[in-house]
């Protein structure tokens, strides 16, 4: 079956970096697009960047210049490099892949930003 595992988060300081890693098993990774959403406390989720199979990459406006999407084909991993880290960044950060069945989801990871 389709599993995302996230991880790398956790609290840092404003202005401060994470890097979060998803392991995708289960299917053919380096032929799905993938995606980072986030969710904040009484926010609805919402798209963070997502990299297509070839590679080009999106960000949503919020984290331009800050994040970035990557992706390693042989390590069946998507990465989020976060640096200049706010608190509005604090938020539980899933994995996303849309297949032709359905979209799954990882469980999520906690990065919490601190003033």
């Known amino acids: 079956q389709v599993q995302l595992v996230e991880s790398g988060g956790g609290l840092v300081h404003t202005g401060g970096s994470l890097r979060l890693s998803c392991v995708a098993s289960?299917?053919?990774?380096?032929?799905?697009?993938m995606g980072w959403f986030r969710q904040g406390p009484g926010k609805r989720r919402e798209l963070v960047a997502a990299i297509t199979k070839g590679g080009s990459t999106r960000h949503a406006d919020s984290v331009k210049g800050r994040f970035a999407i990557s992706r390693d084909n042989a390590k069946n991993t998507v990465y989020l490099q976060m640096n200049s880290l706010k608190p509005d960044d604090t938020a539980v950060y899933y994995c996303n892949v849309e297949t032709l069945v359905r979209d799954y989801w990882g469980q999520g990871t906690q990065v919490t930003v601190s003033s």
């Open positions: 289960g299917i053919l990774f380096s032929d799905n697009d």
